[in-house]
């Protein structure tokens, strides 16, 4: 197979303003059980676990210049070109050996908008997600949380395009029946859209989302739907995307042998083994992979295994990442480690100054940079806190599937409150979006019916802790201080089968 060394990096900046990969379904744990704050102003409505806001506060959000420019290194480019736009600015970059010119039509669009005075209706939108992990540990409601924070301050700040939200909750415990029955009732309640925060359960729910004709927007990406599902749209990477960017990380810090340690629990965890190996093969990294209980009292026999192997990437996927570490390291056993889809304090406490790199679908918790800020601020009003550990990357991927889902209704012409069949063809019409910087540009357009084709980010983003702190890095593993996007995994996604 032809090894592809050289990958497009995106970084942008808003001036203004298992991968964990089957986390969830192969029981990962990086949050702690928090009660929810009551200062969120919901009122609830006869829709179970629903909450609605009406606050009409005009607390209008700024909307920032969005700055794009592509490079292999994190750093100015040397001899670039830029040329602006409508304040975009875009230059042509060579990365490891190949030339990509970087187009973005159009501008970011915001997903907040100024006050309207013409009051077109409420649209209601779900968010479908878990407060026990597969071990049966309490999280916190990060969802619920982010979701309805969401809803409050765009609310307030006037609603989008005339539209106020109301938000329709649900808890399914990671149970796939629960989730059916959850999904069925959004149905009945009239929601045009959701996100969730527990991809586990989506399997079990997705042909009744084609049935109803009701579409998820991003949130928890860690199952192969979001690379081929009519009715999955992605805000960041799907599992096949994701799962190349963690052996992409590997390779980044010069790693030669990638091993996936994936859990036994839940079958789809297996699933990210071809695509690895996929990974591995074009990146030029020997690659090998072994199953695990992700209940395991003691990892002493996979750690020895990777040890006498020459394993130097340790890809720890759904399993006790801080068990696994500590027997690693009974075993004089020092790899570098990587948890998939974490990236917060957890995995600093539980690395204990080992080695830790790996890539993340979308920005990181511990990120603050001017793209974020708005984010930032939402989190503040949950219970959530990244010093401590309880804002995870759930709370990221919740925040995003919301924004696109302003981004969409921004783009609505009905005069009333969409059905959801209007509410789909709007989702069409996005092209080029990456909500103020926050996400790389996607293209839902590729997704309409009859192109044969799935909308594809490809694009994740990468980490590496030093001195304690966790920073976003790039190809070369350099620590840098901008949302940096590496893209490009070789997939032409379709809309009937993953790619592996």
Not at 31 to 43: H, L
Not at 309 to 332: I, M, T, Y
Not at 384 to 408: F, H, P, R
Not at 447 to 454: A, E, N, V
Request: net charge neutral.
């Amino acid at each position: 197979m032809t090894q592809h060394r050289g990958r497009l990096i995106l970084r942008a900046t808003a001036v203004a303003a298992l991968a964990g990969l089957l986390l969830a379904a192969c029981g990962g744990d990086d949050g702690k059980s928090t009660a929810s704050k009551t200062g969120n102003k919901a009122t609830t409505t006869a829709v179970e676990e629903s909450t609605s806001s009406t606050d009409t506060t005009d607390t209008t959000l700024a909307a920032g210049e969005t700055t794009t420019s592509f490079d292999s290194t994190g750093s100015t480019l040397p001899g670039g070109t830029p040329t602006t736009s409508r304040r975009v600015t875009t230059t042509t970059a060579k990365s490891r050996g190949t030339t990509t010119t970087a187009k973005r039509g159009g501008g970011a669009t915001t997903t907040t908008a100024k006050p309207s005075n013409t009051n077109k209706g409420i649209i209601k939108i779900g968010v479908l997600t878990s407060e026990v992990n597969s071990r049966g540990q309490a999280l916190a409601p990060e969802g619920k949380q982010m979701g309805q924070t969401w809803v409050d301050e765009t609310n307030a700040a006037g609603g989008i395009n005339g539209y106020k939200f109301e938000l329709v909750y649900k808890n399914v415990n990671g149970d796939s029946s629960r989730a059916l029955q959850a999904l069925k009732d959004m149905d009945k309640a009239g929601v045009v859209a959701f996100t969730e925060g527990d991809a586990s359960v989506m399997p079990a729910i997705r042909d009744y989302m084609s049935q109803a004709n009701l579409p998820v927007i991003g949130g928890q990406p860690y199952t192969n739907e979001f690379d081929w599902h009519p009715m999955f749209f992605q805000t960041e990477p799907g599992q096949a995307e994701g799962v190349y960017g963690q052996v992409a990380a590997a390779r980044d810090v010069g790693a030669k042998h990638f091993r996936n340690l994936y859990c036994l629990e839940v079958a789809a965890c297996a699933t990210s083994v071809p695509e690895t190996k996929y990974a591995a093969d074009r990146e030029g990294l020997k690659f090998s992979s072994q199953g695990a209980s992700a209940v395991a009292p003691d990892y002493t026999a996979t750690c020895l295994s990777a040890k006498n192997d020459g394993v130097d990437f340790f890809q720890s996927n759904g399993l006790n990442f801080a068990n696994v570490v500590r027997d690693c390291s009974r075993q004089n056993y020092h790899p570098t480690y990587a948890e998939g889809g974490v990236a917060n304090q957890s995995v600093i406490d539980a690395a204990k100054g080992e080695n830790v790199a790996g890539n993340l679908y979308e920005f990181g918790i511990f990120y603050n940079g001017p793209e974020v800020q708005r984010f930032k601020q939402a989190l503040a009003h949950t219970d959530q806190k990244v010093e401590d550990g309880t804002a995870t990357q759930n709370s990221v991927q919740v925040w995003l599937g919301m924004e696109m889902i302003g981004a969409i209704t921004k783009r609505l012409t009905t005069t009333g409150v969409p059905t959801r069949q209007q509410f789909i063809n709007t989702i069409y019409t996005i092209k080029s979006e990456d909500l103020d910087g926050q996400i790389a540009p996607i293209d839902y357009t590729v997704q309409k019916p009859g192109t044969g084709r799935h909308a594809s980010s490809d694009c994740w983003t990468e980490y590496i802790v030093k001195d304690a702190k966790l920073f976003h890095m790039n190809t070369h593993g350099q620590v840098v201080n901008r949302l940096t996007f590496i893209c490009g995994t070789g997939w032409k996604l379709n809309d009937h089968a993953p790619p592996m």
